[in-house]
């Protein structure tokens, strides 16, 4: 892919439409009002944890990148967009709420496009993989954790739950592999990251798969290092 500059490639979006990151913003914007009219916020809170959710991975990947003034504030629709999600929010948060499973299923399809636009991003300017995979997974999940933030409770991508980290991660993880090790056009490869990534938050609200809490496996190691002690003074007795 040839280099291009950091500020053409936020612009261009290579070959992802130019509608998918407003979809983007929209979608995370809405989720991210009822979130915020559900816990009794004022319009200031609602439109803040609104635009939180909706742009908050897109800021944070152009700020990474040094790209100069942000996108939202040189097109003014990614405003008016979380703008009147928040609105939406703020006076229609009971119908929000009863239409939420598709929300989420928006949800999951703009985590896929967020995905592929912190991948394309890093490989347009010829990053390592390893930092695609970064800008990928945080595009997908930093507008959710910015909004945890703002509404000070500790942030739901850390905590025990859903899969939106694990999902986002593997889906920049595939992109960034069928980008590097195959000859796939990059549409096709989008599509088949935003599919992952939908199927996959999908199964996982579905069948209820959850992260866990960490595992403190040391008292099983320190047992075998002590059964083996054990056995080589029992060998030595007896020899």
Same mark, same amino acid.
């Given at each position: 892919?040839d280099?291009?500059?950091?500020?053409? =490639?936020?612009?261009?979006? $290579?070959s992802?439409?130019a509608?998918?990151? #407003?979809?983007?913003?929209?979608?995370?914007?809405?989720?991210?009002?009822?979130?915020?009219?559900?816990?009794g916020?004022?319009?200031?809170?609602?439109?803040?944890?609104?635009?939180?959710?909706?742009?908050?991975?897109?800021?944070?990947?152009?700020? #990474?990148?040094?790209?100069?003034?942000?996108?939202f504030?040189? %097109?003014?629709?990614?405003?008016?967009g979380?703008?009147?999600?928040?609105v939406a929010?703020? @006076?229609?948060?009971?119908? #929000?709420?009863?239409?939420?499973?598709?929300?989420?299923?928006? %949800?999951?399809?703009?985590s896929?496009?967020?995905?592929?636009v912190?991948?394309?991003?890093?490989?347009?300017?010829q990053?390592p $993989?390893?930092?695609a995979?970064?800008?990928?997974?945080l595009?997908?999940?930093?507008?959710?954790?910015?909004? %945890?933030?703002?509404?000070?409770?500790?942030?739901?991508?850390?905590?025990?739950?859903? $899969?939106?980290?694990?999902?986002?991660? #593997?889906?920049a993880?595939?992109?960034? $592999?069928?980008h590097?090790f195959?000859?796939l056009?990059i549409?096709?490869?989008?599509?088949?990251?935003?599919?992952?990534?939908?199927v996959?938050?999908?199964l996982?609200i579905w069948?209820?798969?959850?992260?866990? =809490?960490?595992? %403190?496996?040391?008292?099983? @190691?320190?047992?075998?290092w002590?059964?083996?002690?054990?056995?080589?003074?029992?060998?030595?007795t007896?020899g």
């Open positions: 892919m280099l291009v500059t950091a500020d053409q =490639t936020w612009l261009l979006g $290579l992802l439409p509608w998918t990151k #407003l979809a983007a913003v929209v979608t995370g914007s809405l989720v991210g009002a009822e979130f915020a009219a559900k816990r916020f004022d319009p200031v809170g609602v439109f803040g944890l609104a635009f939180a959710q909706g742009l908050g991975g897109l800021v944070l990947l152009e700020l #990474l990148l040094l790209n100069g003034t942000p996108l504030l040189q %097109d003014p629709k990614y405003l008016i979380s703008a009147l999600a928040s929010g703020f @006076f229609f948060a009971g119908l #929000l709420s009863r239409s939420y499973p598709v929300l989420i299923t928006l %949800d999951a399809v703009s896929g496009f967020l995905v592929c912190g991948v394309e991003a890093a490989l347009a300017l990053l $993989l390893i930092s995979i970064f800008l990928g997974t595009t997908a999940t930093g507008g959710l954790v910015l909004r %945890d933030v703002m509404a000070g409770i500790s942030p739901t991508l850390l905590r025990p739950g859903v $899969l939106n980290g694990a999902v986002a991660l #593997l889906g993880a595939l992109f960034a $592999l069928l590097e195959t000859e056009p549409g096709v490869e989008q599509v088949a990251v935003v599919t992952f990534v939908f996959l938050r999908m996982a069948r209820g798969w959850k992260t866990r =809490t960490t595992q %403190d496996i040391s008292d099983r @190691f320190w047992g075998i002590s059964r083996r002690e054990e056995e080589e003074e029992e060998e030595v007896r």
